[in-house]
């Protein structure tokens, strides 16, 4: 197989978005974080809080499984590469996995076991029959024909085979991946492995074009339920949101739709930056023809109603909101120390390091954690799941109102434990998730 080549970096090369186009400005520049770890930290302190078993915290301190597939796709060129699939399954003692797949250059085994973690507390705070998953390819979407796009993911689905399945596991978009990455991928699960009753695996991912069993409001769900969970708690901080100012790392599926959602509200957009760069205008950028920029461009660079700044300009830009929607990682000390904002709400899943999250505290700025504020993406996709299961199509209207619901039930239960325990709202997110899951491993205990 001398013609099959890797496309991933080098062991230790860490590469960046800006390093493939040849820049040297850094956009991520904490690059040796231990993700997982820092996930398995937080949960040592919520069990204490929650009085979990020891048992209980050891079972969830690992994933139950790490699939790992290599499989090889024929390139536009002719030659053939060889990718690194993943997919590792968390938890599923309260329902099947479930969790995103993601696209990018950066993907590791560690980030995803973390990564999956949180898709396990996400669903059990938000109180969903589904367990905890995470996936994805380690390589660069863009780098990629679309017609190459489609053999890796389609190669990547039948490689996965039966590990995955509408009452087993069940995908859905996450970073580098759209709903047309689920259709893909619903038709090789089709063809496949699910070709004797292909209406009764229509759930096996979430995420598709409605066109073929996607839900309505899937597509601005993420959003939707952080602009949500940032209206509930400017209520309760008297905070009137009408003409306040937003950051927002990260233009993609969720920060696009924060920001057109929050500008509904009054809010005004006036600094923005995903992979290659950052912008800024005080008067506040026109959020919807910025998302028809992105769609049509794939990124910020080069739209014109804005001025180029550096990253650490960006972070220091006076506004009230910084909601970051990119990756892990993002907000340490330096970040956090530069910040002019009042909220951080966590759109991304993990974007401040510990010590980033210790130096807002010191400062006085609040924090709206990943496991809450992003769990309108995997609530809609329960949506999706149920509606499959009984062919039915819900209005947009019918599926707003319930997400709404669900995200005030889980700030809620957040606030709740808060108070009863007197910590921060992170460690209340994994405490009312790990009170649910140790209650599920008492009822059942462990087999034999
Ligand atoms: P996406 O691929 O649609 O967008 C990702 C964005 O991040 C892009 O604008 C990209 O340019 C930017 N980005 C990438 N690398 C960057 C870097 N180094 N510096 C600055 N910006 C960078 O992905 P998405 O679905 O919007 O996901 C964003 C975050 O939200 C991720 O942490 C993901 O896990 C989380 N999330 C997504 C969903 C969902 O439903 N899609 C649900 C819950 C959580």
């Avoid at 109180?127 to 863009?142: C, S, T, V, Y």
């Avoid at 024909?145 to 039948?158: A, C, G, K, N």
């Avoid at 233009?251 to 290659?276: E, I, K, R």
Wanted: aromatic share 8%.
């Amino acid at each position: 197989m001398n013609d099959l080549k890797q496309p991933s970096a080098p062991p230790g090369a860490h590469r960046t978005a800006s390093d493939e186009r040849g820049q040297s400005s850094a956009v991520e520049p904490h690059s040796r974080y231990h993700f997982f770890r820092v996930i398995q930290s937080y949960l040592d302190a919520a069990a204490k809080l929650a009085g979990t078993p020891e048992h209980v915290r050891s079972i969830l301190s690992e994933p139950k499984a790490e699939i790992i597939v290599h499989f090889p796709v024929r390139m536009d060129s002719g030659e053939y590469r060889l990718f690194k699939g993943y997919r590792i399954q968390h938890n599923n003692i309260l329902g099947p996995y479930k969790g995103g797949m993601r696209y990018h250059e950066h993907v590791s085994l560690d980030d995803l076991k973390a990564l999956a973690a949180v898709m396990t507390w996400k669903c059990a705070l938000m109180d969903l029959p589904f367990g905890g998953a995470k996936g994805g390819i380690k390589f660069n979407p863009r780098d990629v024909s679309r017609d190459e796009l489609s053999r890796i993911t389609r190669r990547f689905f039948h490689a996965l085979g039966s590990n995955i399945g509408p009452d087993y596991d069940i995908p859905a978009p996450d970073v580098g991946t759209n709903a047309q990455t689920m259709a893909w991928a619903l038709d090789t699960y089709m063809n496949t492995v699910g070709m004797v009753s292909k209406q009764a695996v229509l759930g096996v991912v979430t995420g598709k074009p409605v066109s073929v069993g996607g839900t309505h409001g899937r597509e601005k769900a993420t959003g939707q339920g952080i602009v949500h969970t940032i209206r509930f708690w400017a209520e309760r901080n008297k905070f009137d949101l009408q003409g306040k100012k937003l950051i927002l790392q990260g233009y993609g599926n969720v920060g696009s739709n924060v920001a057109v959602l929050l500008s509904h509200l009054g809010v005004s957009l006036v600094g923005v930056g995903d992979h290659t760069g950052y912008l800024v205008n005080p008067e506040g950028f026109n959020t919807y023809r910025l998302k028809q920029y992105v769609e049509k461009n794939g990124s910020i660079a080069g739209y014109p109603n804005g001025s180029k700044i550096s990253r650490e300009d960006f972070f220091s830009l006076q506004a009230d909101l910084f909601v970051p929607a990119a990756l892990e990682n993002q907000v340490g000390p330096a970040e956090a120390e530069a910040l002019q904002v009042r909220l951080v709400a966590e759109g991304a899943n993990g974007p401040c390091s510990p010590e980033g999250e210790a130096v807002l505290q010191r400062r006085g700025i609040d924090i709206l954690p990943d496991v809450l504020v992003n769990a309108g993406g995997v609530t809609v996709s329960y949506y999706e799941w149920v509606q499959n299961r009984r062919s039915e199509q819900w209005t947009l209207e019918e599926v707003d109102e319930r997400l709404e619901r669900a995200m005030r039930d889980g700030y809620e239960r957040m606030e709740h434990f808060a108070r009863a325990h007197h910590c921060d709202f992170r460690l209340a997110c994994y405490g009312v998730a790990l009170e649910r899951l140790a209650r599920a491993y008492e009822a059942r205990e462990i087999f034999p």
